[in-house]
């Protein structure tokens, strides 16, 4: 830790930069589990470096998505429970990277707080270490400002973004896609990291119990349940881009399935979702029923218990499924593409 580097006058104005010091130092060792081959650069630098490893790509192009946590933030100020939403905010981005094929090489954070306190700073880096050790990603870099008056002191935001490599010629082309193809869900975790400022609101989260068992939830508390981390699709995507000729992959978060499914699909050819197959997860009806939400808000919404679709031939269904469920997802077909112009039916 840096011992000749202070100011008296900085920390009267509310930043210690001392604190930012002792921060690093506790991180260090999160941020050890995340190193893969590529890193270049050790923590402290002004750059994170990598270098990528392009055996067997032809022709490489990187591809980048950032994200943040959003309002799911107040749940873990309120529970005091830091050490999962930096898996939040690691797998929103690396889940959008991976729709085009890529796989996802290194990632960045940045957290912002009213107030640095390096033992809630390190229980923060814990979550993104471990979704880049889910992600197989290397976490190079990042950077904590410390804000006072501009946030809560005990406050923070937190936001990050992937950087990942794809083959051209391997690039996701769903100008492939025909009637008849299948798709296929993986189910999520829960509500993973969007639509909270509507939880929030249903659920007056500030006034709430939040960590009494409910029975809607199969026992777990209200916190718990909204809490749960989003799930990172990395491993099980990438074996499948390995094996299959997949012709389109959607994320399902904000907006939910009436807004990300039609991302993937070409005109003229329509996703025809059947609602019946859906395994909706308990937090969305006990969400729905609480609020008194109108069902077509909800899939407008959420994604009901379906983190990411996939669309294959019917050709490649049967070894689509198995080799999804070999790498840990309960795969599962929940429609068919047809011919028509709204790109998305739910019936």
Partial sequence: MNTNSKS??????????????????????????????????DVGGFGGLFEPDLEGIKRPVLVSGTDGVGTK???????????????????????????CGAKPLFFLDYIACGKNVPEKIAEIVKGVAEGCVQSGSALIGGETAE???????????????????????????????????????????????????????????????????????????????????????VKAMTALFEQVDVKAVSHITGGGFYENIPRSI??????????????????????QKSGNISEHDMFNTYNMGVGMSVIVSQNDLEKSLEILRKNGEDAYVIGKITKGEDKIEIV
């Fill in 73 to 99: 933030l107040k749940l873990a100020f309120l529970m005091n429970k830091h050490d999962t939403v930096g898996i939040d905010c690691v797998a929103m981005c690396v889940n959008d990277v991976i729709c």
């Fill in 8 to 41: 008296d006058a900085y920390a009267a104005a509310g930043v210690d930069i001392t604190a930012g010091y002792k921060a690093v130092d506790l991180m260090k060792a999160h941020i050890a589990k995340t190193m893969t081959k590529g890193v270049c650069s």
């Fill in 147 to 233: 804000m006072p008056g501009f946030y809560p002191l005990d406050e923070y935001d937190l936001a990050g973004f992937s950087v990942g490599v794809v083959d051209k010629d391997k690039i996701i082309d769903n100008k492939k896609m025909a009637e008849g193809d299948i798709i296929i869900a993986l189910p999520s975790s829960g509500i993973h990291s969007n639509g909270f400022s509507l939880v929030r609101k249903v659920f007056d989260v500030e006034n709430a119990d939040l960590r009494s068992p409910i029975e809607e939830l199969s026992g777990k508390s209200l916190g718990e349940s909204l809490l749960t981390p989003t799930k990172i699709y």
């Fill in 266 to 287: 070409p005109e003229g050819l329509t996703a025809r979702i059947e609602k019946n197959s859906i395994r909706i997860l308990p937090i969305f009806k006990f969400l």
